[in-house]
């Protein structure tokens, strides 16, 4: 399944050790941030509202150390990010998705190069339900028969009330109430590949501008269901165990089945420049990219409630963009 076969990937790629320790930390290897001379200008982020309070620490963070630069983020969605890159009205790009191939081509016809993503952190986007739902887990194939009318992963039944879920009592008449994202996320597209199998979402799914007001949504909705990345989970919700299909384990929405690559909707969260090959990149730029892959800038990963990567994806980052680790 195409959700199995991505998160191996992100595991292998990642190349961590993490997963066989119980408290995540950021990696050792890493090394602290240290200023530099001539660093000044604006930092413009528009993408990923996922990413939203992510670019927000990191900006603070680094604002700190230089207060003579100017920020400017906006979270309207991953959708947004590539155009603005185009146009050069932002700087920097977050995406909670790899750029489309018709995204990447846009950008190599103005520039005559492609786009650079960098991984900057791991998500793990969870299925919420309120937290007095008693529910022990779901299969893709169910989440699928809840949000699609498509049903390409194979469900046997439409899915709309609690009952046909084996829930008693109260539950079992219950609808069940959808939120989500708006076509502009990264998240809404992931979702719609990894979990619906490309497939259509339901008219009934309430659509929300943030990730933070899906989560709200299921806090307030009793008998509601939303999908969110997990830096937005809240005391009121809680992130149902996920299974491949009905055969295999339901695998909890925790950091050691990211990083082992058993849970299922694992991703990077991505941060898009324009860089041309070879060049070499202006230093507001090339220290903010420094700075987020610095344990200061993993420790702001981990403050947001997400992963931070290992030192070997950081120094594949930096490397990317013509900047030498040295660590």
Do not use: C
């Not at 146009?87 to 998705?97: E, L, Q, V």
């Amino acid at each position: 399944m195409s959700a199995r076969k991505n998160l191996l990937g992100i595991a292998l790629f990642a190349g961590l050790t993490l997963a066989a320790h119980a408290q995540v930390a950021v990696d050792p290897a890493l090394p602290e941030y240290k200023p530099a001379e001539g660093v000044s200008g604006a930092i413009v982020s528009k993408g990923s509202d996922t990413m939203n309070n992510l670019m927000t620490l990191w900006a603070e963070g680094f604002k700190a150390i230089y207060p003579n630069i100017t920020v400017e983020i906006e979270g309207k969605g991953s959708s947004t990010a590539p155009g603005a890159l185009i146009s050069g009205t932002a700087n920097f790009g977050p995406m909670s998705r790899p750029m489309k191939q018709q995204e990447i081509d846009e950008f190599e016809k103005h520039f005559g190069y492609k786009p650079t993503q960098l991984s900057t952190s791991i998500d793990m986007l969870a299925v919420y339900v309120n937290k007095d739902n008693p529910i022990q887990g779901l299969t893709l194939p169910q989440v699928d028969a809840i949000f699609s009318k498509s049903r390409n992963l194979g469900y046997p039944q439409d899915l709309s009330r609690w009952g046909q879920l084996d829930l008693k009592g109260e539950w079992e008449s219950a609808p069940i109430g959808l939120y989500g994202r708006n076509s502009a996320s990264g998240t809404y597209g992931y979702f719609k590949e990894h979990t619906l199998g490309k497939g259509d979402f339901k008219d009934s799914v309430k659509e929300q501008p943030g990730s933070s007001s899906v989560v709200q949504g299921v806090a307030s909705d009793r008998y509601a269901i939303g999908y969110s990345g997990i830096g937005y989970k809240t005391a009121d919700v809680r992130a149902v165990p996920l299974a491949l299909d009905a055969s295999s384990p339901m695998v909890p929405a925790e950091p050691q089945n990211a990083y082992s690559g058993d849970y299922s909707l694992s991703r990077f969260l991505l941060l898009s420049v324009n860089y041309a090959p070879n060049s070499k990149i202006d230093p507001l730029r090339r220290e903010f990219i420094r700075y987020i892959f610095s344990r200061q800038g993993q420790e702001a990963v981990l403050k947001d409630g997400y992963l931070p990567v290992s030192a070997d994806v950081a120094r594949q980052a930096l490397q990317s963009v013509g900047i030498e680790p040295g660590f």
